[in-house]
T-cell receptor, first 115, second 111 residues
């Protein structure tokens, strides 16, 4: 079974620039998550999709962050404009159904550095 | 935002000892609890889940849950240097039932 694919692995940008991350979940997984993990912290949920609909985006800074999941498969997360405090690892995860008993499978993440 | 609290460590134990990792949570309605292991520079991987009070054993790992005390722990028996990692406690909570992570405890097993 192929895992969750993310790209790029690393990205360095200057503040006020824009950046986009891509995620391809495990085949057949209906639920997709984007997490932000700042160094020394646990992952924080940014947005959760069920198929191509948003379930929860309450912690997504909507003035600068946007995400979409077209056709209920791949997803992109965009930051525009980036701030220094956005430096973090952005983790994509997927699960079969999004229920309590459906474990999350994480991708390798994209490490973003904003200078 | 519901809280999940962990001691950030580092927790250092000698090889072969028992490592004990602790976690408390604030949402009394939480029903599902997980331990993830995260090696440096890698993504989290699920190692244990527990849903009812008591102990759950899987190989060298034992998860313990006490809902009355809002406390969940992970014991690692016969600790190995390869167990050195950050252990993240995660709880299903909040109005949306999302997975909320603690900050993690860094474990170091010395040979």
């Amino acid at each position: 079974e192929a895992g969750v694919a993310q790209s790029p692995r690393y990205k360095i940008i200057e503040k006020r620039q824009s950046v986009a991350f891509w995620c391809n979940p495990i085949s057949g997984h209906a639920t997709l998550y984007w997490y932000q993990q700042i160094l020394g912290q646990g992952p924080k949920l940014l947005i959760q999709f069920q198929n191509n609909g948003v379930v929860d985006d309450s912690q997504l800074p909507k003035d600068r962050f946007s995400a979409e999941r077209l056709k209920g498969v791949d997803s992109t997360l965009k930051i525009q404009p980036a701030k220094l405090e956005d430096s973090a690892v952005y983790l994509c995860a997927s699960s079969l159904s999004g229920t309590n008993n459906s474990p999350l499978h994480f991708g390798n993440g994209t490490r973003l550095t904003v200078t | 935002q519901k809280e999940v609290e962990q001691n950030s460590g580092p927790l250092s134990v000698p090889e072969g000892a028992i490592a004990s990792l602790n976690c408390t949570y604030s949402d009394r309605g939480s029903q599902s609890f997980f331990w993830y292991r995260q090696y440096s520079g890698k993504s989290p991987e699920l190692i244990m889940s527990i849903y009812s009070n008591g102990d759950k054993e899987d190989g060298r790992f034992t998860a313990q849950l006490n809902k009355a005390s809002q406390y969940v722990s992970l014991l690692i028996r016969d600790s190995q240097p390869s167990d050195s990692a950050t252990y993240l406690c995660a709880v299903i909570g909040g109005s949306q039932g999302n997975l909320i992570f603690g900050k993690g405890t860094k474990l170091s097993v010395k040979p």
